[in-house]
């Protein structure tokens, strides 16, 4: 699992310095700092990011309201369940981005929901089918199957 979790932080560190390359506002990124598992200084701001696979309750444990927070996770039906299932805390949460990716992808590696914002605008009769919609546009893959890809790429 580690080796899983360090290739996901750093997959997950390019993808977003690869997003500000334009910009230019990333400032500095510390590793492993406050209970995170990276933090990103931007000019304007400072986000902190979790890496969790696999979407567990703990997370409420760690992340407060009020926190500017990213959520990397895998992209799969159980992520997406999990999420739907926990609605209602996570658009309690203003600032927050939960990420669901794939980098083994043959289509986009990534797509995002900011649940704040999103539940401004959704049918909330409809949310998992919307999830779901969205979530199409990455190929889903599972904790296993990652670990297995990581292996054979080593």
């Not at 998992?128 to 292996?151: D, H, P």
Request: a neutral charge; charged letters at 30%; proline letters at 2%.
């Amino acid at each position: 699992m580690q080796d899983v979790n360090s290739f996901l932080v750093e997959w997950n560190i390019r993808f977003l310095e690869n997003r500000d390359v334009v910009r230019k506002s990333i400032l500095s990124v510390k590793k492993k700092s406050e209970g995170f598992d990276f933090i990103v200084h931007y000019k304007d701001n400072i986000k902190y990011f979790i890496v969790s696979p696999i979407l567990e309750i703990n997370l409420f444990n760690i992340l407060k309201k009020e926190d500017n927070a990213g959520i990397f996770t895998l992209n799969n039906k159980e992520n997406i369940r999990f999420v739907a299932s926990k609605w209602e805390d996570f658009a309690g949460m203003q600032f927050l981005s939960i990420y669901f990716i794939n980098p083994f992808s043959n289509l986009d590696k990534v797509w995002i929901l900011q649940p704040y914002v999103h539940d401004k605008i959704c049918d909330k009769s409809s949310l998992e089918f919307g999830l779901k919609s969205m979530s199409e546009m990455v190929e889903s893959i599972g904790n296993f199957e990652l670990e297995q890809k990581i292996k054979l790429k080593k």
